[in-house]
C-alpha cells in the first residue's frame, strides 16, 4: 500500500466539484515530514479513485504559518446525477476539507 499526498485542487467549471489534482507519492511511506518521491504532478479524478481502489492511501497535505499537516482520507463519492468524485472522511474540523487546499 503505497500513501499519496493532494496538495492543490482544480475545480470544474461549476467551482464545487472537484476536476483534478496536484498529487505526488510518498517517499518511502514517510508521513512526517510528509516528503514526496518527485514534485507533484496533475491528475484528473479518475486517476485518484483507480489508486483508491488499488488500496492505496490518499491524504490532503496542508501549509500554513506552523508548518505542514495532514488532513482525512480521501474517499471516492457518486453526486446525485452519478458522476464521481472525491471527498474526505470526517473532515469536521474546518479547514481540513479538499476544498480548503489551494487551487490551481
Known amino acids: 500500500m503505497a500513501l499519496f499526498f493532494i496538495e492543490a485542487v482544480r475545480f470544474d467549471d461549476s467551482g464545487e466539484r472537484i476536476a483534478k489534482v496536484r498529487w505526488g507519492k510518498s517517499k518511502g511511506g514517510q ?4 516528503a514526496m518521491v ?3 504532478q496533475e491528475a484528473d479524478v479518475a486517476a485518484v479513485l483507480e489508486t483508491i481502489a ?4 490518499v491524504i490532503p497535505k496542508f501549509h500554513n504559518d506552523n ?8 474517499v471516492g463519492i ?4 452519478g ?5 474526505t472522511v470526517g473532515a469536521d474540523q474546518p479547514g481540513h476539507d479538499l ?3 489551494p487551487s490551481f
Open 78 to 81: 457518486m453526486y446525485a446525477d
Open 67 to 74: 508548518g505542514i499537516f495532514l488532513g482525512p482520507k480521501v
Open 31 to 34: 508521513v512526517m515530514p510528509p
Open 38 to 40: 518527485d514534485d507533484p
Open 83 to 87: 458522476a464521481h468524485g472525491l471527498s
Open 54 to 57: 488499488n488500496g492505496d492511501e
Open 99 to 101: 476544498k480548503d487546499l
